[in-house]
């Protein structure tokens, strides 16, 4: 929807309510527009998670509104002087004292066009139960029930008149967190479910303002929170309504009003690449206020959806000072066996991943990715239930490609060398679905909830890393420090990128070690700037991740800006998903450890920095596969690779191979003797022949292959 707004337009009209009301008239060609922007609403990303869960917004404000069914397409303006711009229709529902409304021509009197704002805003307010009764309102606390397939608990809300928002939800007695929101330093804070406090940003920050604003009645009573309604008149069936409520810096929510009682059926927001809505009923009268006591959230699946019932209302309860301040941390969760750091701990790098030998729960050694992209710390479903681990959820969460399941847990110990981590409480996914695409088993993956612990320094070269304790870390090395931001539990850099034949365009990237590429651009970023037109030559590669498969087309960008540091000619992935985070406007992209692996690195979370200092690989050149094929182990002994793609004009398909071929063995040698990381790092090298040995259809083919540069 565009929003029209003259040069020469002073203060919006507000009225009774102290709200913008606009209507929108669809010839935009005669209109000056500018598009609002859609957010996701974000808690829980592994890797590139986004998990859905919404707070309950106290909805008895919305009451009733005087809607306007449009006649044709024209649709009424009133602009911020109270001036209607074109025509307004008639209007629909019992009680209107003006049945219908003749063209307002440019010369009426502004006296009457402010009338006619004045006449609906107050209709609004007085079916509410008045501005006086509203006013009175100046808290509010309420007490919930949670339910979501096998998931219980309570949310409990405090809203207060100023703009101030604070919830604790509590789920199963495992999930335990504390979100509060103050207008008045535009600030608000998330202590997650490990106790560990931060600033909410971003899209998170965005949220907060929105659930601040609609339980203070904002968008109703003057002198509160600034926001724009809009009215978009019926929806298809001209059942309802469609009011269009837009905070000041948060994000915009759309009603569904029922024309005969003006309550609102339900509401929509963006949420990822889908729809959030959610639905109202069980109406009540409360000292002369109406009160939904049942909402229904959804996100299409039924089996998802979350039912949350209204257990206790209380207007105007004392409130402390501390209520809507900043959360206080619980108390450390993580050892060091002596003094304050653990170092040269080891790691091993395959296919571009870090992985580290973590003991969970005093058990034996498994095998866990370390991932700055992972929003918390999980484990695998197996790993999980070969330990016999109690699980709450499953939940329906959104990851790069698409949606899957998770569940939470608890861990009583994580522990390295030297360091420990207690009392954990984490997500549990199936991970085993990645096998084929990394070649091997992943029991766990290390996220947020661990690198917000420590100082976290990863040498490429000596392939270790060392812990330290924040509050004493200092670092006086050569390394570019470069600032960064954490939202939703996950580092974000501004930076920039220089395509072939195009200006330099800044973007905010995901700084993701669970990234076995080099750089990702994604969907909206990569079409706004017609990036392909301006790349000489991709090809099509699926992109992996959880909850499935995305498409990209593989190619080159001409620079990569780091601060001072230049990276020439990287390879990058442009997105062409419609679905998952690759496909989100919220970031632009993501710089995985293609690119991190050739500095020593160190992450910083407490001071918001990330520090790079090039090492001996850093002017090695980016390469990409030179074979056309695109290959998978076969789990659990990975005992041949299969062909999953073949490209057209590709040194694969001029040799023969085909989707659905098994490589059993490379230049003589058994393929379960090479890890599926070993020969795609064999294949990328420019002019290099290789003897195949090919099952297809019971026959073993002998295929040669010689490889070179496609991009």
């Avoid at 890797?47 to 306007?68: E, K, N, T």
């Avoid at 968008?219 to 809009?230: A, C, H, K, N, T």
């Avoid at 000041?248 to 003006?262: A, C, I, N, Q």
């Avoid at 580290?356 to 866990?368: A, D, T």
Wanted: a positive charge.
């Amino acid at each position: 929807m565009v929003r029209y707004r003259q040069p020469y337009e002073p203060e919006p009209y507000r009225g009774a309510t102290g709200v913008e009301l606009c209507s929108y008239y669809d010839s935009s060609h005669r209109w000056r527009a500018s598009l609002e922007s859609v957010r996701q609403i974000t808690l829980g990303r592994v890797p590139l998670i986004r998990c859905f869960c919404i707070p309950y917004v106290l909805i008895f404000i919305f009451v009733s509104i005087v809607g306007a069914r449009p006649s044709g397409q024209s649709k009424r303006t009133v602009d911020a002087a109270g001036t209607a711009r074109e025509y307004a229709p008639s209007l629909e529902g019992p009680g209107n004292q003006v049945k219908s409304l003749r063209t307002v021509s440019r010369k009426q009197s502004e006296k009457q066009k402010r009338f006619l704002a004045k006449q609906i805003l107050n209709r609004w307010v007085n079916a509410v139960g008045g501005l006086d009764r509203l006013r009175q309102v100046k808290a509010v606390y309420t007490l919930s029930g949670f339910e979501s397939g096998s998931v219980t608990g309570t949310v409990e809300e405090w809203g207060a008149s100023p703009g101030q928002h604070r919830e604790h939800r509590n789920l199963g007695g495992v999930y335990d967190t504390l979100k509060v929101f103050d207008s008045g330093q535009n600030m608000g804070w998330l202590r997650d479910q490990n106790g560990r406090v931060q600033e909410l940003r971003g899209v998170d920050l965005e949220d907060e303002v929105t659930v601040a604003y609609l339980s203070s009645f904002s968008y109703l009573i003057p002198d509160r929170m600034s926001g724009v309604v809009e009215f978009l008149g019926s929806d298809k069936t001209r059942k309802y309504y469609l009011l269009k409520v837009s905070p000041h810096s948060g994000r915009p929510v759309t009603f569904y009003l029922e024309k005969k009682t003006y309550l609102p059926a339900r509401q929509e927001r963006q949420s990822g690449d889908g729809t959030l809505t959610t639905y109202y009923s069980d109406w009540r009268d409360v000292h002369g206020l109406k009160i939904s006591f049942q909402q229904r959230q959804s996100t299409g699946d039924p089996k998802y959806d979350a039912i949350l019932k209204l257990q206790q209302l209380r207007f105007d309860i004392p409130l402390e000072q501390t209520t809507f301040g900043k959360p206080a941390e619980w108390p450390r969760d993580f050892e060091f066996v002596s003094g304050t750091e653990a170092r040269e701990i080891p790691f091993e790098i395959y296919n571009n991943h870090v992985y580290l030998q973590i003991q969970m729960n005093g058990g034996k050694s498994l095998r866990f990715l370390l991932d700055t992209g992972a929003e918390i710390t999980v484990v695998d479903q197996a790993t999980a239930e070969a330990q016999k681990l109690a699980l709450l959820g499953p939940v329906e969460v959104t990851g790069a490609a698409g949606s899957t399941e998770l569940a939470w847990t608890k861990i009583q110990s994580f522990k390295l060398p030297g360091v420990s981590l207690n009392n954990q409480v984490v997500g549990v996914i199936a991970l085993d679905g990645l096998e084929p695409l990394t070649g091997r088993r992943i029991d766990g993956i290390l996220g947020y909830d661990f690198f917000s612990r420590f100082v976290v320094e990863i040498n490429y070269v000596k392939l270790v890393i060392n812990l330290y304790d924040p509050s004493s870390y200092k670092y006086d090395g050569p390394g570019e420090s470069l600032p960064i931001t954490l939202e939703g539990s996950v580092p974000y850099l501004r930076t920039t990128i220089v395509q072939m034949g195009n200006k330099p365009i800044e973007g905010k990237f995901n700084i993701d070690t669970g990234s076995s590429g080099s750089l990702t651009l994604n969907t909206p970023f990569v079409n706004s700037h017609r990036l392909l037109k301006f790349t000489s030559k991709t090809v099509p590669v699926p992109l992996a991740g959880v909850g499935g498969t995305a498409e990209q087309h593989i190619g080159r960008i001409g620079e990569l800006r780091l601060g001072r540091l230049s990276i020439k000619n990287p390879i990058a992935g442009f997105s062409q998903s419609a679905q998952g985070d690759f496909a989100s406007r919220n970031f632009d992209g993501v710089i995985g450890n293609e690119v991190l692996r050739r500095f020593d690195t160190v992450v910083d979370y407490s001071r918001q920095r990330l520090i790079l200092s090039p090492n001996i690989y850093f002017d090695a050149p980016y390469e990409y596969d030179m074979s056309g094929a695109i290959l998978t182990a076969e789990p659990p002994n990975f005992p041949a690779f299969a062909v999953r793609r073949v490209f057209s004009d590709s040194p694969a398909a001029e040799a023969g191979l085909r989707v659905g071929d098994r490589i059993m063995a490379i230049d003589g040698q058994p393929a379960s003797r090479y890890a599926l990381g070993e020969v795609r790092q064999m294949f990328r090298e420019d002019g290099r022949e290789y003897a195949l040995s090919v099952s297809r259809g019971g026959q073993v083919l002998d295929i040669k292959i010689k490889l070179r540069r496609l991009i």
